[in-house]
């Protein structure tokens, strides 16, 4: 079994993603995984869970632990997939490297030529990432990845109802909901249009503000701000709609929504705007516009458009992290005889 260190880029219960849903499946597959926080203290390391362990003092663990991994020829995997992490590689020893390039901000781009030479292989989570590194990097050898989702977490009310969200508790008309970050991408234009057009309905966002403060006037839009990785199924299970209101953009564009198979696990049908990785999903419902973006909340609402959910169900099952973790096991083991 190997050791995998993912560098400190973000922290371990902030808006429970793609880099935690991965670095959970090495653990439960075995190995013995460090996910470093980018928040740091006096603590060396504390345990989340079984064979993982979160890092609060990577200085100290560099320093500490790494030697002891080596002289114990432990191999070392580091998964990185902020850019910027590219200029510290070397820091861990590691004895193969991923570039999990999962995101395509202005920004970063600096730092993307160094990840790619750094990686002994590239990992990316959207179409256009990959096509990105193909026709930039045609050498380096690299795996489209997408985004997935714990299913059985975004089902646990598939039987019994969870107790009604206090923030709901006096709405009585229909719920349209926001889970992601809020960030510059989010087309707020296109929110209040939606709470104008629905007067009736709760609009409500819950996520963490990401680059922007929220700021709304209008009555029915709510931000609940961040929520526990645990609560989201609950909140979920009380809307009729959920939304992905990007604007389309450099980011968007290589973006695979982790919120769209949540969504969709939970067993809710799905408004986005026309971002590439949207298209063609059962259950999601493409606005190539604001008004058709907006037409579509409304047959969804007045049930006049066909909710498939045995189809959206066969689909998410092929995109759980286990899935995805399999797949990456495949690709390791064919670069590297017994590195995983």
């Not at 991923?98 to 920004?107: G, M, Q, R, S």
């Not at 960030?183 to 939606?194: E, H, S």
């Not at 298209?279 to 973006?293: A, E, H, I, L, Q």
Request: glycine share 2%.
């Amino acid at each position: 079994m190997a050791v995998i260190i993912y560098p400190p880029t973000l922290d371990w219960n902030w808006m429970f993603q793609r880099p935690q849903q991965l670095m959970k499946q090495f653990a439960l597959d075995g190995h013995e995984v460090y996910f470093c926080n980018k928040t740091q203290s006096s603590k060396l390391f504390s345990q989340a869970l079984p064979n993982l362990f979160v890092v609060h003092n990577n200085k100290r663990f560099i320093q500490e632990i790494i030697p002891k991994f080596k002289k114990q020829r432990k191999k070392i995997i580091l998964w990185f997939s902020w850019p910027l992490q590219s200029l510290y590689v070397h820091r861990y020893s590691p004895d193969f490297v991923i570039f999990d390039f999962i995101d395509n901000f202005p920004e970063w781009s600096k730092y993307v030529k160094n990840s790619v030479q750094k990686a002994d292989i590239v990992i990316t989570s959207a179409k256009n990432l990959q096509n990105y590194i193909e026709k930039n990097f045609p050498k380096k050898k690299s795996y489209l990845i997408s985004n997935g989702c714990d299913i059985k977490h975004f089902q646990r009310y598939k039987d019994s109802p969870p107790e009604k969200p206090r923030e709901y508790l006096q709405h009585n008309g229909p719920i349209i909901g926001y889970v992601g970050a809020w960030a510059p991408w989010v087309d707020t234009n296109l929110i209040k249009q939606v709470a104008q057009a629905f007067p009736n309905a709760l609009i409500t966002i819950i996520g963490t503000e990401f680059g922007r403060k929220f700021n709304t006037s209008s009555k029915n839009i709510v931000f609940l701000g961040h929520k526990p990785y645990q609560q989201i199924p609950r909140y979920l299970y009380y809307c009729d709609v959920c939304l992905i209101p990007f604007k389309i953009n450099q980011i968007t564009s290589a973006t695979n929504p982790i919120k769209m198979y949540e969504y969709l696990a939970a067993g809710k049908p799905v408004v986005s705007t026309n971002i590439p990785e949207a298209r063609n999903v059962p259950n999601v419902f493409v606005g190539k516009d604001n008004n058709s973006f907006i037409k579509n909340i409304s047959l969804i609402l007045n049930n006049k458009i066909p909710i498939d959910y045995n189809r959206s169900n066969n689909w998410i099952k092929l995109h759980s992290w286990q899935m995805r973790y399999y797949q990456i096991k495949r690709i390791l083991s064919s670069h590297r005889k017994n590195l995983i």
